[in-house]
């Protein structure tokens, strides 16, 4: 690469560019306001009746993304549900998802929002990954209970 092309680069790639493209529609999120997506995600997930919801903080740990939530569910259609209103979540902040992918067997679903990744996992696949232990250095973010309500769902 020569110096001319190698400054251009150098100029393109800030804090902002990193880790998205523009052709994905992934909008990069100031630290606020993606810890406070992660936080409404597992809110989400908790709502949903997902289990074990966690938010990870892996800021300066790890170099692709900010926050990290982790939960369980009890059925592929709960799993796909559940990401899908995170991902109507998502929306609401102003990004959509980078990409989401999912396993057939909805053993572990995930949603890629660049500065947020959501982890959907089958208790037994999430035994097997145990993507906890993977990020025991990463801070654990306190989840407050929800106070949105959904429609036709009663208390």
Known sequence: MNEETNNRHDESVTPQTIGATASSGARILDQETARAFAVRAAQSLNDDKCADVIVLDVTGVSPVTGYIVIG??????????????????????????????????????L?????????????????????????????????????????????
């Open 72 to 109: 369980s569910g009890t059925s592929a259609r709960q799993m796909r549900s559940s990401l899908e209103n995170v991902n109507d979540l998502a929306k609401e902040v102003g990004t959509r998802a980078y990409a989401i992918s999912s396993d057939e067997r909805a053993m572990w679903l």
């Open 111 to 155: 949603a890629d929002f660049v500065d947020v990744v959501v982890h959907l996992f089958e208790p037994n696949a999430r035994a097997h990954y145990d993507l906890e232990s993977l990020w025991s250095n990463s801070t654990r973010v306190q989840v407050p209970p929800s106070e949105r309500k959904r429609p036709g769902i009663a208390e």
